[in-house]
């Protein structure tokens, strides 16, 4: 489970979709919720298991529909492997839903696991990861939400039955800027909350199941569980179990860069320190012996070639928000493995050209834009037949009034795309160079 915060956009009064979740209701069928594969016998989903189920698959494909799904298969195909040896054998011995894993484009720092066995991890969450034993973290606990049954365990607790998901409760669980407080006092809770793109999908179309997996969470008592059971497993699939609080520690100190889309991977800043401390202490006593392990696993290079497409895209959506020491940092790691990659150099050069525009003074905005300029020269001879680095020097150079470059560039941008979206106002600039 994870928060989010990310764009601004209004929710108005899709929101508000009535105050008690209906799926939350007290089932008149036990509570006793074991996990799948205890003692060792085969698993069989109970009727309002069923239903969940169902209702989680009608969620998802709404969801898809408005959240943007990351479309790399061997990136799904590298995840399911790994969520595969992440696996317990009782687990898989017993059966139940099939884990399936997917990556959404969104640069907030999140994960969440639908109880259907769909385990969604945001590439803003990826593109942060330093090794796959952090990776191997966050996958173990979203697993054990699906096989420790977690959304059923919520749905039958009698407590969970007062949960009010009004816009209120759903703006405090998110956390809210305290700035949005005198708009919430006037009855616009949600008119000054900044959200990812995924959180506004989810709330604005009253995906209940999701909300509570993705934004709201399982309660303290589930998540620790979750994180306790993650952690077994990564030291069973051979990691080293010291990856386990850096990988809190790394997401509680990206706090101070990521501004108006400020997130936590798995709640709010004290219960990351919560989290950080829980591992420690494992990692100090049970874990101790494999800690010390000179053979445990850190990386691969599956995780480096199959994090570069996504950490790259991902910095693309964070120079598109804003943060460009985020963005910066991310390109680097990319150039540091493919340092030919065209499309790394294209995404800087957009980086430069924004920190340029914003730029207070002069000499800055000068500088800046040079280095736009080379950025998207040595996107353009790295690649001739691509086609977005001639659009943004045609723009560079005509701002620059170098209009024979700006001529040049737009006509081969034109030559590369002929059915360009914006062929035509491409056109008219070049209308404009030829009088």
């Known amino acids: 489970m ?50 969940l189920w169902a209702e989680a698959e009608k969620e998802e494909q709404t969801l898809l529909k408005k959240a943007k799904a990351y479309d790399d298969p061997l990136l799904d195909e590298y ?3 790994l969520g595969d040896k992440l696996l317990p054998e009782q687990v898989r011995a017993a059966g139940g839903p099939g884990l399936r894993f997917g990556v959404i484009s969104d ?3 999140n994960a969440f696991a639908m109880p259907n066995g769909r385990i969604y991890v945001h590439s803003g969450l990826l593109s942060r990861l330093d090794n796959e034993a952090q990776l191997a973290m966050i996958l173990g606990h979203e697993m054990t939400h699906v096989d420790h049954r977690h959304a059923l365990k919520f749905q039958r607790d009698a407590t969970n039955k007062q949960i009010l998901y009004t816009v209120v409760s759903i703006a405090a669980s998110i956390g809210v800027a305290v700035a949005a407080g005198s708009r919430a006092s006037s009855g616009d ?18 995906l209940q199941l999701a909300a509570i997996a993705a934004i709201n969470g399982y309660g303290r008592d589930l998540e620790r569980e979750a994180d306790l059971e993650g952690m077994e497993r990564l030291v069973r699939a051979g990691y080293d179990p010291k990856e386990a609080p850096k990988v809190f520690a790394l997401l509680q100190s990206e706090s101070k860069d990521r501004g108006s889309l400020e997130t936590f991977f798995f709640g709010s800043h004290p219960k990351l320190q919560e989290r950080i401390d ?6 100090q006593a049970r874990y101790a012996e494999a800690a010390a392990a000179p053979d445990t ?7 480096s070639l199959r994090m570069r497409t996504v950490v790259r895209e991902n910095a693309q959506l964070d120079v598109r928000a804003g943060r460009f020491k985020l963005a910066q940092g991310q390109l680097e790691r990319v150039l540091a493995i493919t340092p030919k990659d065209p499309v790394a150099h294209l995404y800087f050069g957009d980086l430069y050209r924004l920190q340029s525009q914003r730029a207070r003074n002069l000499e800055d905005r000068t500088d800046l834009a040079k280095k736009a300029l080379d950025a998207y020269e040595r996107s353009a001879a790295l690649d001739p037949a691509f086609p977005d680095p001639f659009r943004q020097l045609g723009f560079l150079y005509y701002q620059q009034k170098e209009n024979e470059r ?15 979206p914006d062929g035509k106002r491409i056109k008219e600039y070049l209308v404009e160079l030829d009088r």
């Open 2 to 51: 994870g928060m989010s915060q990310g764009r601004l956009r209004p929710l108005y009064h899709a929101v508000a979709w009535g105050l008690i979740v209906p799926l939350l209701a007290v089932s008149c069928a036990s509570r006793n919720v074991p996990p799948i594969g205890t003692g060792g016998q085969p698993f069989k989903p109970e009727s309002d298991e069923l239903r």
């Open 79 to 81: 995840l399911g492997r």
């Open 107 to 109: 640069p907030t720092l």
């Open 189 to 206: 809770y949600v008119g000054a909350a900044v959200l990812s793109q995924t959180a506004n999908a989810i709330l604005g179309l009253g």
């Open 278 to 283: 829980t591992t420690s202490e494992l990692l």
């Open 297 to 303: 696993l850190k990386s691969t290079e599956d995780f």
């Open 406 to 420: 700006a001529r040049e560039a737009f006509k081969r941008y034109l030559a590369l795309k002929p059915d360009a």
